[in-house]
Protein backbone atom coordinates (compact mmCIF):
# COMPACT_ATOMS: atom_id res chain seq x y z
CA UNK A 1 0.00 0.00 0.00
CA UNK A 2 1.52 3.27 -0.99
CA UNK A 3 1.44 6.31 1.28
CA UNK A 4 0.19 9.77 0.54
CA UNK A 5 0.65 12.87 2.03
CA UNK A 6 -1.82 15.74 1.09
CA UNK A 7 -0.73 18.81 2.70
CA UNK A 8 -3.73 21.61 3.45
CA UNK A 9 -5.93 18.29 3.44
CA UNK A 10 -8.79 19.36 4.98
CA UNK A 11 -11.07 21.70 2.99
CA UNK A 12 -11.04 22.27 -0.89
CA UNK A 13 -8.92 20.47 -3.25
CA UNK A 14 -7.01 19.09 -0.75
CA UNK A 15 -10.22 17.51 0.79
CA UNK A 16 -11.06 15.87 -2.63
CA UNK A 17 -7.62 14.83 -3.04
CA UNK A 18 -7.51 13.10 0.54
CA UNK A 19 -11.43 11.50 0.15
CA UNK A 20 -10.10 10.47 -3.84
CA UNK A 21 -7.16 8.51 -2.19
CA UNK A 22 -8.51 6.52 0.59
CA UNK A 23 -11.03 5.98 -2.30
CA UNK A 24 -8.53 4.20 -4.36
CA UNK A 25 -6.58 2.27 -0.90
CA UNK A 26 -3.96 4.43 -0.64
CA UNK A 27 -2.84 5.09 3.14
CA UNK A 28 -3.05 8.65 3.41
CA UNK A 29 -1.92 11.84 5.80
CA UNK A 30 -2.43 15.09 5.15
CA UNK A 31 -2.03 18.38 7.48
CA UNK A 32 -4.21 21.11 8.35
CA UNK A 33 -3.93 24.10 10.13
CA UNK A 34 -7.01 25.12 11.82
CA UNK A 35 -9.79 23.04 10.30
CA UNK A 36 -10.46 20.72 13.20
CA UNK A 37 -13.62 19.64 12.38
CA UNK A 38 -13.54 18.93 8.76
CA UNK A 39 -10.20 17.27 9.66
CA UNK A 40 -11.71 14.98 12.05
CA UNK A 41 -14.40 13.84 9.60
CA UNK A 42 -11.61 13.02 7.24
CA UNK A 43 -10.10 10.78 10.30
CA UNK A 44 -13.21 9.25 10.40
CA UNK A 45 -12.40 7.94 6.95
CA UNK A 46 -9.76 6.26 7.70
CA UNK A 47 -7.16 9.38 6.97
CA UNK A 48 -4.45 10.37 9.22
CA UNK A 49 -4.03 14.03 10.03
CA UNK A 50 -1.70 16.45 11.48
CA UNK A 51 -1.54 19.75 12.80
CA UNK A 52 0.75 22.36 11.71
CA UNK A 53 0.93 25.98 10.50
CA UNK A 54 3.06 25.87 7.46
CA UNK A 55 3.57 29.40 7.38
CA UNK A 56 6.45 28.52 10.08
CA UNK A 57 9.80 26.90 9.29
CA UNK A 58 9.46 25.57 12.61
CA UNK A 59 6.24 24.28 12.70
CA UNK A 60 7.59 22.05 8.99
CA UNK A 61 10.41 20.71 10.59
CA UNK A 62 8.69 19.83 13.73
CA UNK A 63 5.51 18.09 11.77
CA UNK A 64 7.70 16.61 8.64
CA UNK A 65 10.34 14.79 12.06
CA UNK A 66 6.94 13.91 13.24
CA UNK A 67 5.24 11.93 10.44
CA UNK A 68 8.91 10.31 9.60
CA UNK A 69 8.79 9.07 12.97
CA UNK A 70 5.31 7.64 13.12
CA UNK A 71 5.18 6.55 9.42
CA UNK A 72 8.66 5.70 8.29
CA UNK A 73 8.35 7.94 4.98
CA UNK A 74 5.63 8.74 2.48
CA UNK A 75 5.69 7.75 -1.23
CA UNK A 76 3.68 10.29 -2.79
CA UNK A 77 4.11 14.01 -1.69
CA UNK A 78 1.12 16.56 -2.82
CA UNK A 79 1.92 19.95 -2.02
CA UNK A 80 -1.00 21.75 -1.88
CA UNK A 81 -1.39 24.02 0.85
CA UNK A 82 -1.81 28.21 -0.06
CA UNK A 83 -3.07 30.67 0.61
CA UNK A 84 -3.86 34.09 -1.23
CA UNK A 85 -3.15 38.02 -0.69
CA UNK A 86 -5.10 40.33 -2.60
CA UNK A 87 -3.76 44.07 -2.60
CA UNK A 88 -1.85 46.59 -4.51
CA UNK A 89 1.65 45.70 -4.96
CA UNK A 90 2.06 48.96 -3.25
CA UNK A 91 0.15 48.45 -0.53
CA UNK A 92 1.66 45.39 0.27
CA UNK A 93 3.08 45.10 3.59
CA UNK A 94 6.42 42.97 4.35
CA UNK A 95 4.54 40.95 6.27
CA UNK A 96 1.59 39.59 4.11
CA UNK A 97 4.81 38.85 1.18
CA UNK A 98 6.30 36.75 3.59
CA UNK A 99 3.57 34.62 4.95
CA UNK A 100 2.16 34.10 0.87
CA UNK A 101 5.93 32.80 0.24
CA UNK A 102 6.10 31.07 3.00
CA UNK A 103 2.80 29.10 2.79
CA UNK A 104 3.11 28.81 -0.88
CA UNK A 105 6.51 28.30 -2.08
CA UNK A 106 9.19 27.72 0.95
CA UNK A 107 6.72 24.76 3.24
CA UNK A 108 6.81 22.91 0.02
CA UNK A 109 10.04 22.93 -0.82
CA UNK A 110 11.00 22.43 3.14
CA UNK A 111 8.49 19.38 3.14
CA UNK A 112 10.01 17.85 -0.37
CA UNK A 113 13.60 18.20 1.17
CA UNK A 114 12.33 16.14 4.44
CA UNK A 115 10.42 13.66 2.16
CA UNK A 116 12.92 12.71 -0.29
CA UNK A 117 15.68 10.81 1.51
CA UNK A 118 12.91 7.70 1.72
CA UNK A 119 11.99 8.20 -1.96
CA UNK A 120 15.56 8.01 -2.94
CA UNK A 121 16.46 5.39 -0.68
CA UNK A 122 13.41 3.15 -2.58
CA UNK A 123 14.31 4.26 -6.11
CA UNK A 124 10.80 5.90 -6.21
CA UNK A 125 8.50 8.38 -5.62
CA UNK A 126 5.92 11.27 -6.87
CA UNK A 127 6.10 14.86 -5.95
CA UNK A 128 3.15 16.95 -7.18
CA UNK A 129 2.79 20.84 -6.71
CA UNK A 130 -0.04 22.51 -6.92
CA UNK A 131 0.33 26.22 -8.31
CA UNK A 132 -1.93 28.06 -9.72
CA UNK A 133 -2.53 29.73 -13.93
CA UNK A 134 -2.09 33.11 -12.25
CA UNK A 135 1.62 31.31 -11.87
CA UNK A 136 1.73 31.10 -15.67
CA UNK A 137 0.33 34.27 -16.43
CA UNK A 138 0.64 36.81 -13.54
CA UNK A 139 -2.20 38.26 -11.77
CA UNK A 140 -2.52 42.23 -11.12
CA UNK A 141 -3.71 42.36 -7.78
CA UNK A 142 -2.12 39.29 -6.63
CA UNK A 143 1.70 39.65 -7.06
CA UNK A 144 3.04 38.16 -3.81
CA UNK A 145 0.42 34.97 -4.82
CA UNK A 146 1.52 35.03 -8.33
CA UNK A 147 5.08 35.44 -7.49
CA UNK A 148 5.49 32.56 -5.26
CA UNK A 149 3.42 30.30 -7.63
CA UNK A 150 5.55 30.82 -10.62
CA UNK A 151 8.64 29.69 -8.19
CA UNK A 152 6.67 26.93 -7.45
CA UNK A 153 6.63 26.44 -11.25
CA UNK A 154 10.41 26.34 -11.60
CA UNK A 155 10.91 24.52 -8.48
CA UNK A 156 8.65 21.47 -10.17
CA UNK A 157 11.37 21.79 -13.53
CA UNK A 158 14.93 21.68 -11.46
CA UNK A 159 13.82 18.78 -8.95
CA UNK A 160 12.35 16.97 -11.68
CA UNK A 161 15.62 16.68 -13.67
CA UNK A 162 17.66 16.23 -10.44
CA UNK A 163 15.78 13.44 -9.27
CA UNK A 164 14.80 11.54 -12.58
CA UNK A 165 17.83 8.97 -12.37
CA UNK A 166 16.14 8.03 -8.76
CA UNK A 167 12.88 7.33 -10.28
CA UNK A 168 11.30 10.18 -8.69
CA UNK A 169 8.97 12.10 -11.10
CA UNK A 170 8.20 16.09 -9.93
CA UNK A 171 5.13 17.49 -11.59
CA UNK A 172 2.93 20.73 -11.01
CA UNK A 173 -0.54 20.88 -11.57
CA UNK A 174 -2.03 25.00 -12.43
CA UNK A 175 -6.06 25.31 -11.35
CA UNK A 176 -7.95 27.70 -13.02
CA UNK A 177 -11.17 29.21 -11.06
CA UNK A 178 -11.84 26.58 -8.66
CA UNK A 179 -15.06 26.08 -6.56
CA UNK A 180 -13.07 26.69 -2.83
CA UNK A 181 -12.93 28.58 0.34
CA UNK A 182 -10.07 30.53 -1.35
CA UNK A 183 -12.00 32.49 -3.98
CA UNK A 184 -15.41 32.55 -1.97
CA UNK A 185 -14.19 36.50 -2.06
CA UNK A 186 -14.73 37.25 -5.43
CA UNK A 187 -17.78 38.61 -6.24
CA UNK A 188 -20.48 37.25 -8.40
CA UNK A 189 -19.58 39.74 -11.26
CA UNK A 190 -15.79 38.96 -11.31
CA UNK A 191 -16.51 34.98 -11.47
CA UNK A 192 -19.41 35.83 -14.21
CA UNK A 193 -16.66 37.18 -16.12
CA UNK A 194 -13.79 34.65 -15.68
CA UNK A 195 -16.30 31.79 -16.60
CA UNK A 196 -17.33 33.57 -19.80
CA UNK A 197 -13.84 33.33 -20.82
CA UNK A 198 -13.22 30.03 -20.05
CA UNK A 199 -13.85 27.47 -23.14
CA UNK A 200 -15.36 24.81 -21.01
CA UNK A 201 -18.16 28.07 -19.48
CA UNK A 202 -17.91 26.62 -15.93
CA UNK A 203 -15.92 27.01 -12.32
CA UNK A 204 -13.51 24.07 -11.74
CA UNK A 205 -14.53 21.90 -9.17
CA UNK A 206 -11.80 20.51 -6.19
CA UNK A 207 -12.67 17.06 -7.93
CA UNK A 208 -10.97 17.92 -11.14
CA UNK A 209 -7.82 18.98 -9.38
CA UNK A 210 -7.77 15.91 -7.74
CA UNK A 211 -8.37 13.21 -10.11
CA UNK A 212 -5.60 14.81 -12.03
CA UNK A 213 -3.18 14.32 -8.44
CA UNK A 214 -3.94 11.12 -8.68
CA UNK A 215 -3.42 10.18 -11.90
CA UNK A 216 -0.06 11.57 -11.26
CA UNK A 217 0.64 9.58 -8.58
CA UNK A 218 0.03 6.85 -10.40
CA UNK A 219 1.58 3.84 -13.08
CA UNK A 220 0.00 4.79 -15.76
CA UNK A 221 1.88 8.43 -15.13
CA UNK A 222 5.43 7.00 -14.93
CA UNK A 223 6.64 8.89 -17.99
CA UNK A 224 5.59 11.73 -17.51
CA UNK A 225 8.03 14.58 -14.91
CA UNK A 226 8.79 17.93 -15.43
CA UNK A 227 5.58 19.26 -16.55
CA UNK A 228 2.84 22.10 -15.87
CA UNK A 229 -0.48 20.72 -16.52
CA UNK A 230 -3.38 23.28 -16.53
CA UNK A 231 -7.10 22.20 -14.85
CA UNK A 232 -8.38 25.66 -15.80
CA UNK A 233 -11.02 24.60 -18.55
CA UNK A 234 -9.07 26.19 -21.21
CA UNK A 235 -8.97 29.82 -19.57
CA UNK A 236 -5.08 29.55 -20.00
CA UNK A 237 -3.89 27.53 -23.33
CA UNK A 238 0.57 27.51 -23.35
Request: net charge negative; proline share 3%; glycine share 10%.
Amino acid sequence: MKTVLITGGSRGIGRAAVELFLEKGYKVLFIYRASKQQAEQLEELGAVGYRADLSLMEECARVAELILKEQGGVDVLINNAGISHFSLFTDLKNDEWKRVCAVNLDAPIYLTRAFLPHMIGQKWGRIVNISSMWGQVGSSCEVAYSTAKAGLIGFTKALAKEEGPSGITVNCICPGLIDTDMNEVLDEETIGAIVSETPLMRVGRPEDVASCCLYLASKQASFITGQIIGVNGGLVIT
